[in-house]
């Protein structure tokens, strides 16, 4: 990939130490909160209900193998 | 309350000595999961603005000549980019004083090294991870070796660990550079540094992103078609440009799985 420099990426304002450590702040609280929720949904995993499974049921093949199925990472 | 003693043998019968939720058909645990997932995928996409937020932090110029020793002798921090666009320097503790000392590293920053993607995915993407502790390199060599790590691994010499927060505990700073010039673009430190590990999330503390085009970066950023640029760790030297079949298969998985089927009937 060919190397950009800062004019061609529109390269965000550069700052001094303090306003950088203070727009950190600023998404360090966004970023703890992402933290908590992530331990909130594991928590909720643990609570889900338990499905029986018969361990002798040979499971279907990988659709990776079979359709080249794909995720989305835009969900569409 | 159960001994441990009680406890093993339980576990030792494969049964679990625990409250555990109810056990329900397959409809309903299914129900259950998906509203589950409702909250999962809103993490997920709270994870994807959080990433575009840092994408468009302010940059700090590094203009301190920072030295570090490597295996070939001293390095700057411009040389820790081996040419590439985009550095993350992982402080990691393995030095005197740290338990473990010298057969080996802090057992967390053990275990986060342990859990390193292959790199050549991240390298793809105009990226280099490096490690950086203050033991000799004899030591840190040693060290690679016996824990059977590939990462590159450095030694600091001044005042980086101060300078960028992990005096005293671990943490990733993201930098990128602009020819010679080096700035500080973002810093994941305390329970952040559990997710690291995978390629994905250290491309998500990055200036460039994943650089798929999916994502929302300010505008010029570069972007590639998603998956396209996906290789084997082994193949991306050996492949300049995406392998045709490959393309077709990510452009239309349904065309590509039916030309697949007709080919193995003929």
């Given at each position: 990939m060919k190397d950009m420099t800062r004019d061609e990426l529109r390269a965000p304002k550069i700052v001094g130490r303090n306003t950088f450590q203070a727009e950190l702040d600023v998404l360090r609280?966004?970023?703890?909160?992402?933290?908590?929720?992530?331990?909130?949904?594991?928590?909720?995993?643990?609570?889900?209900?338990?499905?029986?499974?018969?361990?002798?049921?040979?499971?279907?093949?990988?659709?990776?193998r079979n359709r080249y199925a794909l995720y989305r990472p835009d969900g569409a | 309350m159960a001994t441990s003693k009680e406890r093993d043998k339980e576990h030792g019968k494969g049964h679990l000595a625990m409250n555990t939720p109810p056990i329900v058909s397959q409809q309903e645990w299914e129900a259950?999961?998906?509203?589950?997932?409702?909250?999962?995928?809103?993490?997920?996409?709270?994870?994807?603005?959080?990433?575009?937020?840092?994408?468009?932090?302010?940059?700090?110029?590094?203009?301190?000549?920072?030295?570090?020793?490597?295996?070939?002798?001293?390095?700057?921090?411009?040389?820790?980019?081996?040419?590439?666009?985009?550095?993350?320097?992982?402080?990691?503790?393995?030095?005197?004083?740290?338990?473990?000392?010298?057969?080996?590293?802090?057992?967390?920053?053990?275990?986060?090294?342990?859990?390193?993607a292959h790199l050549a995915h991240l390298n793809a993407r105009n990226t280099t991870l490096a490690y950086a502790s203050r033991a000799p390199q004899a030591d840190i060599e040693r060290l690679k070796a016996r824990m059977g790590w590939k990462i590159p691994w450095y030694t600091m010499t001044d005042s980086f660990d101060t300078d960028f927060?992990?005096?005293?505990?671990?943490?990733?700073?993201?930098?990128?550079r602009d020819g010679d010039k080096v700035f500080r673009t973002y810093f994941i430190n305390g329970r952040g540094d559990e997710a690291m590990g995978s390629t994905w999330n250290y491309l998500d503390m990055t200036v460039l992103g994943r650089q798929e085009e999916w994502e929302d970066s300010p505008e010029g950023y570069p972007q590639t078609p998603p998956y396209k640029w996906w290789n084997w760790h082994d193949n991306y030297g050996a492949e300049a440009s995406p392998d045709p079949k490959w393309v077709d298969i990510i452009t239309d998985p349904q065309e590509a799985a039916r030309m697949r089927d007709t080919e193995a009937k003929a």
């Open positions: 609280v966004r970023e703890k909160a992402q933290t908590r929720e992530g331990d909130a949904i594991a928590a909720a995993r643990r609570r889900l209900p338990v499905l029986e499974v018969d361990g002798a049921t040979p499971r279907p093949p990988s659709p990776c | 259950a999961r998906q509203q589950l997932l409702v909250r999962e995928k809103a993490l997920t996409r709270s994870r994807d603005a959080l990433a575009a937020e840092r994408r468009r932090m302010p940059w700090l110029a590094v203009e301190k000549k920072y030295e570090f020793d490597g295996p070939k002798g001293k390095v700057s921090l411009l040389d820790l980019f081996e040419g590439r666009k985009q550095l993350i320097v992982y402080r990691a503790f393995f030095e005197p004083g740290v338990f473990g000392w010298p057969e080996h590293a802090c057992r967390g920053c053990s275990l986060g090294a342990d859990q390193v927060g992990v005096a005293e505990w671990h943490g990733h700073n993201a930098f990128i």
